[in-house]
């Protein structure tokens, strides 16, 4: 029994070892407000449409640019006859984008966030739409959060056995007294 | 060494193994977000003649809705102010309550709607509580986060040479390792390198 949790504990730690990395890092950037720069760029392209709604329309652009990301329906505004413009968004980009419905003629405005940005960005992700991984990061997310709750409670399972177990239960109260009157005090 | 990374990452790991376990439940609830059930949500209306005056700007407005905190009864730390409706909204919020003040200057009183969370969802609230701003109690959480935040890479890396060291079969751990790195290295550089 003893093995067979340690080296789950093992498999399932390396497992969501890139994941607490992303998560820790991400972590220090939310609590002290870290974004990172951003650097904007502007290029065009001619792309062809024909979906039913402004919607489905503004997807099929996305798609046909190649971009990857969500497009918020409220952004999606016709401001003329001929002219919708809408956003494309991802942890890493914000695309404004304007299309002309009667040219194809397509106008971009990218902004680029920083590393930091798009690692603050896929914490807590549940998906990215048209990438193969966003479904890959939803799943991973999922597994790594029981994973890392199991590697708690297995952790003090393994090290409660050993000589100084009086020690290490001592440490276990005092860090979840701690936790708890910390909590208290911003609750 | 072996030694010395093996005892760090047990007692740290029993040290934070509380603080560990909740955010991992509390991050799962969030991801799942919406079935924290609906708060309970309180209005009052409050008089005080700190709502008669003007407002030229943000930082006015702050100091007049902060000045007003007790007749308000305020529980969490301002979060942010800004004009609407001919007057301004203010947002304070804690890990279990969220708080709106409303008022137009020369009125003489603020609205104030106070949403108070479920257990489930107070949780998910302290899960997200971060920054140093709002008084003592916050800054020492903000300390805990950034030490759980360091210990989660710590983990990490001392987890992977544990592994190493531990393990003389290696290839099951390279295919586990290589298979969440690749995941999650692929998933930044798409971000970082699409058009």
Known sequence: MRKWILDLH??????????????????????????????????????VAEGGTDLERAEEVRDALGLVGWTPERSVIRTDDALLRFRVQNPGRDYLIEWDDATGSTEVDETRSSWIAILRGIHGMRDLEGSVLGPVWYVYTEVSSWALAFAALSGIYLWLPRRSAALGTATVVAGAVVLAVLSIGVW | MYKTLRKIHGYLGLALAAAVFFYAISGWLIYHGGRFGE??????????DAFSAEAKDRAAARRIVEASADELAIVGRFKSVRPAAGGWHANFKSASVQQE?????????????????TTAGALAGLHRVYGTSGGPAHFAFAILVDFVALAMLGFALSGVYLWWKIKRKRMPGWVTLGASTAATVGLVLQLILAR
């Not at chain 1, 890092?25 to 065009?44: E, L, P, R, Y």
């Not at chain 2, 008022?103 to 949403?115: H, N």
């Open chain 2, 39 to 48: 708060p309970v949500v309180v209005e009052a209306r409050v008089t005080s």
């Open chain 2, 101 to 117: 003040v409303r008022w137009i200057p020369g009125q003489g009183t603020a609205s104030i709607k106070t949403r108070t969370f």
């Open chain 1, 10 to 47: 093992l498999y399932l730690g390396l497992l969501c070892a890139p994941y607490l990395v992303v998560y820790g890092v991400s972590a220090i950037a939310f609590n002290h407000d870290i974004k990172g720069g951003s650097s904007t760029s502007q290029w065009s392209a001619v792309v």
